[in-house]
């Protein structure tokens, strides 16, 4: 509240005008994209293809830290390719991805997809390194071999407890990525909405799209992703219950 009145104060006094709104002003264009149902059409576009494109993400980049972490000349090549895609920021691949499907769901979906995979796909390798060898001799004598229901059974539910930590950043990341791509490729979303409100110099709408990002990230990992983590930790003997 102190922070609510400090900044309609503050628009007051210094008469920041059309650079920044007031407190009254986002709130007017938060219920006016209500209304007009503009901004509950453009938060479900955008979580559905984050939704989708965090999917594959966890899929793809999964396999890839498993190939990583259980061969090492796939681990010296390709992994090393990924870990140089990691410092390249995903919306450098809009132009290609704009040439390749054109300004529509699909090259958001894309660039969206790289935002979170390269962080998946490393944290991924190194929870699967990090298993005791332990867990895995125990599981082959019981008879659970080393394919598939290896890795899914046993590899997966072990190395979750670090990989974890990259649902989280790779969540983060595919946020920003999905916002990116949204404000140049074509259909409804937060990131388009956000690229109207700066053409037409609306920026109560602007930055009502920002508070509404901000927001749904900050809600789905605390919610979601650290409830999660905290339930893992204690399955693990990691942390007790009633502490994270």
């Known amino acids: 509240m102190v922070l609510l009145i400090a900044w309609e104060a503050g628009f007051r006094i210094f008469d920041w005008g059309w650079k920044f709104p007031s407190v009254l002003q986002t709130l007017h264009a938060f219920r006016d994209g209500l209304m007009d149902g503009n901004l509950l059409a453009a938060t479900l576009g955008s979580i559905r293809r984050l939704l989708i494109s965090f999917v594959i993400s966890i899929v793809v980049g999964t396999t890839l830290g498993f190939l990583f972490a259980r061969?090492?000349?796939?681990?010296?090549?390709?992994?090393?390719?990924?870990?140089?895609?990691?410092?390249?920021?995903?919306?450098?691949?809009?132009?290609?991805?704009?040439?390749?499907?054109?300004?529509?769901?699909?090259?958001?979906?894309?660039?969206?997809?790289?935002?979170?995979?390269?962080?998946?796909?490393?944290?991924s390798r190194t929870g699967i390194k990090n298993i005791p060898p332990i867990y895995l001799r125990a599981a082959q004598t019981m008879g659970t071999g080393t394919g598939a229901r290896m890795f899914f059974q046993v590899m997966v539910p072990a190395a979750f407890p670090h990989m974890m930590t990259g649902l989280r950043v790779a969540w983060a990341f595919a946020w920003r990525a999905l916002v990116a791509g949204e404000l140049i490729a074509k259909g409804a979303g937060l990131g388009q909405l956000l690229q109207d409100g700066r053409n037409l110099g609306d920026t109560a709408t602007m930055l009502c799209i920002v508070i509404i990002i901000a927001v749904l990230g900050t809600i789905s990992d605390a919610y979601f992703f650290k409830r999660m983590e905290d339930k893992l930790l204690v399955r693990y003997g990691l942390a007790t219950a009633g502490k994270s």
């Not at 010296?76 to 895609?85: Q, R, Y």
């Not at 990691?86 to 790289?114: E, H, K, M, R």
Request: a negative charge.
């Open 71 to 123: 061969y090492r000349l796939v681990d010296d090549t390709i992994g090393f390719i990924v870990v140089a895609l990691q410092t390249v920021p995903s919306i450098a691949w809009l132009p290609f991805a704009i040439i390749w499907f054109g300004l529509n769901d699909v090259a958001v979906i894309f660039i969206t997809t790289l935002g979170a995979t390269w962080t998946m796909a490393l944290s």
